[in-house]
């Protein structure tokens, strides 16, 4: 078992499994911030009750955090396994250039990426968890404050959206690899499985956008 497990193709299936699971907590965490559109009021209700459920909310948390380091690990370690096993090449061979940049730009991208979840969880997660509120600021405001980490800071804003973006392309050429590791070729099942993915690439990372160019906007204020 452990031995699959380490190999190719069980890091493969390790990382879309990981992959798929980060993907369905981004769809949760959208719902929770769309919440902002309903006003402080709503929005703080619906953070309070997770508040009342924290020790269930930590070990959600816990679970997430092996999920993300499963997926790191074993995207570095097939990373690693696919550069010292390609071969010399003397002939241009265009599919195995294509192959490289897809992988340089998914190392990149996930690079980025895992920056970007540092500076989340630095600014406005530990934010809340340690309540270091100013007087009379809600969760409602912290999300809102014109400081560097937070979405009214306009610099803070375009990294976030450079990153949403980066996602929604980690996501998509994630889920194409996951159909190969899977050997899904059913036309019609690829056909649904095209538009379920659409949801998690493309409208999902669409309305995270949508959040914060609404906050920098003013719509949401």
Do not use: C
């Not at 997770?50 to 948390?61: C, D, H, V």
């Not at 379920?196 to 906050?215: A, D, K, T, Y």
């Amino acid at each position: 078992m452990m031995k699959f497990l380490f190999s190719t193709i069980g890091q493969k299936i390790q990382i879309a499994l990981s992959g798929i699971l980060l993907s369905i907590f981004l769809l949760f965490h959208l719902i929770n911030n769309l919440a902002l559109f309903a006003g402080p009021d709503t929005f703080n209700a619906m953070v309070g009750i997770l508040e009342s459920i924290k020790p269930i909310i930590r070990i959600m948390e816990f679970g997430l955090l092996l999920v993300l380091l499963m997926h790191v690990v074993n995207a570095l370690n097939l990373n690693y396994k696919n550069q010292q096993a390609k071969p010399t090449q003397y002939a241009y061979d265009a599919q195995s250039e294509i192959t490289t940049l897809n992988s340089r730009t998914m190392a990149v991208s996930g690079t980025i990426i895992l920056l970007f979840f540092i500076v989340h969880l630095s600014y406005i997660w530990y934010t809340y968890q340690v309540h270091s509120f100013l007087p009379g600021e809600t969760y409602y405001d912290v999300i809102l404050r014109n400081k560097l980490g937070f979405l009214g800071h306009f610099p803070t804003a375009l990294f976030y959206i450079l990153s949403i973006v980066l996602i929604a392309f980690h996501i998509k050429h994630g889920f194409q690899s996951s159909l190969k590791t899977f050997g899904i070729i059913s036309k019609s099942k690829l056909f649904l499985l095209n538009y379920l993915g659409f949801v998690f690439w493309g409208i999902i990372p669409s309305l995270f956008i949508i959040i914060v160019l609404s906050i920098q906007l003013g719509i949401i204020k």
